[in-house]
Nanobody, 120 residues
Framework: QVQLVESGGGLVQPGGSLRLSCAASGTFFSINAMGWYRQVPGKQRELVATVTSGGDTGYVDSVKGRFTISRDNVKNTVYLQMNSLKPEDTAVYYC??????????????WGQGTQVTVSW
């Protein structure tokens, strides 16, 4: 069984920073791409940032220059450094990972979500 456990959410004032972490645990062969999504009530889940196993990254336009995704392949952990936070960044943030169970099979796994609130 594979688990993704997130941490680091909370309440922050506009312009502030937060760092989210997501650690994968369990038995698996390797992890392909990892990413962060976010969702607000009544809206679809939105892809925020991704990082491949080789370190290539991608971002939604609204966070470019403010958020940085990174990963530690030894710790099986992905991070999201969020700077210059805006009220519109308020959402539940979910970690996602493409878990490879063998050289031939993989599946997508989700974390439980962590609330990020940007407000005075």
């Amino acid at each position: 069984q594979v688990q993704l456990v997130e941490s680091g959410g909370g309440l922050v004032q506009p312009g502030g920073s937060l760092r989210l972490s997501c650690a994968a645990s369990g038995t698996f062969f390797s992890i392909n791409a990892m990413g962060w999504y976010r969702q607000v009530p009544g809206k679809q889940r939105e892809l925020v940032a991704t990082v491949t196993s080789g370190g290539d990254t991608g971002y939604v336009d609204s966070v470019k220059g403010r958020f940085t995704i990174s990963r530690d392949n030894v710790k099986n952990t992905v991070y999201l450094q969020m700077n210059s936070l805006k009220p519109e960044d308020t959402a539940v943030y979910y970690c996602n990972a493409d878990i490879r169970l063998s050289p031939y099979t993989s599946f997508g796994s989700w974390g439980q979500g962590t609330q990020v609130t940007v407000s005075w």
